[in-house]
T-cell receptor
């Protein structure tokens, strides 16, 4: 079974802090994605990566950056956390030959 | 870019009834339409998908239909059970080479015993 793990299920940070959300997949997938999920807004794509060190902006990249130094690991970085970044963050991965995305359990981030 | 609208936002049915969730998409170039189920405390999981060269696909109690002309697709769940209670997301994708998906806003399905 494909497994996508996220470093924390719950995280509380203060405004202005630098926040790292980590995601690891164990199936050698080429593509990795970061989404945020908010009530009534569904899943919105923040960034994705199709290869090591490669990244592409999604629909809502402002306030976020990403890093992919190894194929299995994709990090989401909030340079200076703000209260409007309080949300559920979901990581996903997919093989290069398929559209199917495999999701992690999510990290619920609260910024106070 | 692609825009996916999903209705209804909430749906309550009695166990054994059918449930239908509908989505429309804006970009006629989209050619792949998956449905994901998200149970409480978990990430979304693919339950069924359909490509634009097919009009209907079934898998046991679930089916998806696609009308390319009208640019809409629907999820049908028959003989609903309490374990079908979850949030369902539709999505659409073009063959851009990056396998990105544009998701609808989700439907919370509640099946009452």
């Amino acid at each position: 079974d494909v497994k996508v793990t996220q470093s924390s299920r719950y995280l509380v940070k203060r405004t202005g802090e630098k926040v790292f959300l980590e995601c690891v997949q164990d199936m050698d997938h080429e593509n990795m994605f970061w989404y945020r999920q908010d009530p009534g807004l569904g899943l919105r794509l923040i960034y994705f990566s199709y290869d090591v060190k490669m990244k592409e902006k999604g629909d809502i990249p402002e306030g976020y950056s990403v890093s992919r130094e190894k194929k299995e690991r994709f990090s989401l970085i909030l340079e200076s956390a703000s209260t409007n970044q309080t949300s559920m963050y979901l990581c996903a991965s997919s093989p290069g030959t398929s559209y199917e995305q495999y999701f992690g359990p999510g990290t619920r981030l609260t910024v106070t | 870019g692609e825009n996916v609208e999903q209705h209804p936002s909430t749906l309550s049915v009695q166990e054994g009834d059918s449930a239908v969730i509908k989505c429309t998409y804006s970009d006629s170039a989209s050619n792949y339409f998956p449905w994901y189920k998200q149970e409480l405390g978990k990430g979304p999981q693919l339950i069924i998908d359909i490509r634009s060269n097919v009009g209907e696909k079934k898998d046991q109690r679930i089916a998806v239909t696609l009308n390319k002309t009208a640019k809409h697709f629907s999820l049908h769940i028959t003989e609903t059970q309490p374990e079908d209670s979850a949030v369902y997301f539709c999505a659409a994708s073009m063959d851009s080479g990056y396998s990105t998906l544009t998701f609808g806003k989700g439907t919370m399905l509640l099946v009452s015993p």
